[in-house]
């Protein structure tokens, strides 16, 4: 069994809030990484998925990375960069900017579109490892890169003194446990519907979208399962499940950042691509985390 937990036990993928005209609203960046830490996150990562970093430039993900790293770096909370791209180089760049910019270590996905071999994702990865001196979690999400990291490779990347972790959203709690069975790399869930399952078979903890309307709740399920407390951490699974549910109807962080809104916390718009929520969609989240007991939600 992995013990080791290099980034905490619950880490939130953050977010980026955004001004009504699109640009970064760093003073909301800012509140809400305090935020995060105050209620029930162990660590942050930032310029992820959730993050919109498909759509921030790497100026602005650079000054992003400071205004966290400003805002909350001195409480010693792990702050991690989400640097991966579908190129080697510019994900090489990305990790020493964020290096440069205080993170304390990188999440690196899967390249995506190009489909690359498992002995190119193995070459990849350790590529980026070896650019900098910070710790490295795995971001499996065969969902959206198109290809997902086989068992073998990611065994064999665990034997790279830098990369301790992956975040599993792959969702096969099947494959995982063969990762778990074959190597001591740290697992962090990737879904949030999927923490309780994967910690059965051996998660340390979770990267979550849903700790950013209920992060103590989270956290309390996560400690619950780790002190032998099956029935407790059961019990806040089942409560939650109707926020796990409601905030991916659409396109992540589309629901998420409507969610945020309606409790009082700084979001704003998505960047195209994406749109803002419909009237319908809105009104299911409404139910939704109504169903899940969310503070707020009523507003």
């Known amino acids: 069994?992995?013990?080791?937990?290099?980034?905490?036990?619950?880490?939130?993928?953050?977010?980026?809030?955004?001004?009504?005209?699109?640009?970064?609203?760093?003073?909301?960046?800012?509140?809400?990484?305090?935020?995060?830490?105050?209620?029930?996150?162990?660590?942050?990562?930032?310029?992820?998925?959730?993050?919109?970093?498909?759509?921030?430039?790497?100026?602005?993900?650079?000054?992003?990375?400071?205004?966290?790293?400003?805002?909350?770096?001195?409480?010693?909370?792990?702050?991690?960069?989400?640097?991966?791209?579908?190129?080697?180089?510019?994900?090489?760049?990305?990790?020493?900017?964020?290096?440069?910019?205080?993170?304390?270590?990188?999440?690196?996905?899967?390249?995506?579109?190009?489909?690359?071999?498992?002995?190119?994702?193995?070459?990849?990865?350790?590529?980026?490892?070896?650019?900098?001196?910070?710790?490295?979690?795995?971001?499996?999400?065969?969902?959206?890169?198109?290809?997902?990291?086989?068992?073998?490779?990611?065994?064999?990347?665990?034997?790279?003194?830098?990369?301790v972790a992956v975040k599993d959203a792959k969702n096969d709690v099947v494959a995982s446990s063969w990762v778990q069975a074959r190597c001591d790399i740290a697992n962090y869930c990737g879904s949030d519907e999927f923490t309780l399952p994967m910690m059965s078979i051996g998660a340390v903890g979770v990267v979550s979208v849903a700790t950013h309307i209920a992060g103590e709740r989270m956290r309390r399920m996560v400690e619950a399962y780790v002190a032998g407390e099956v029935d407790t951490a059961r019990a806040f699974h089942l409560e939650l499940m109707p926020l796990f549910a409601g905030l991916f109807r659409t396109s992540n962080p589309t629901l998420c950042k409507a969610a945020l809104e309606m409790v009082g916390l700084p979001a704003g718009p998505v960047r195209l691509p994406l749109v803002a929520a419909t009237d319908e969609q809105l009104a299911v989240l409404q139910l939704d985390l109504r169903s899940a007991a969310v503070a707020g939600s009523a507003a």
């Not at 880490?11 to 909301?28: H, K, Q, R, S, W």
């Open 1 to 163: 069994m992995v013990t080791r937990t290099p980034f905490g036990r619950v880490l939130t993928a953050m977010v980026t809030p955004m001004t009504d005209n699109g640009e970064i609203d760093f003073a909301g960046v800012q509140q809400l990484a305090a935020h995060l830490l105050d209620h029930g996150s162990d660590g942050l990562v930032v310029n992820g998925t959730t993050g919109e970093s498909a759509t921030t430039t790497d100026a602005e993900k650079a000054d992003i990375l400071r205004a966290v790293v400003d805002a909350v770096g001195d409480r010693g909370a792990p702050i991690l960069a989400g640097v991966g791209t579908f190129a080697t180089a510019h994900t090489t760049e990305l990790a020493r900017q964020a290096e440069k910019a205080g993170a304390t270590g990188l999440l690196v996905v899967t390249p995506y579109y190009s489909k690359p071999s498992q002995s190119g994702l193995r070459a990849h990865f350790e590529a980026v490892a070896s650019s900098t001196g910070l710790p490295v979690m795995l971001y499996d999400i065969p969902a959206r890169s198109g290809v997902p990291i086989d068992t073998a490779t990611i065994v064999e990347l665990a034997a790279h003194p830098q990369i």
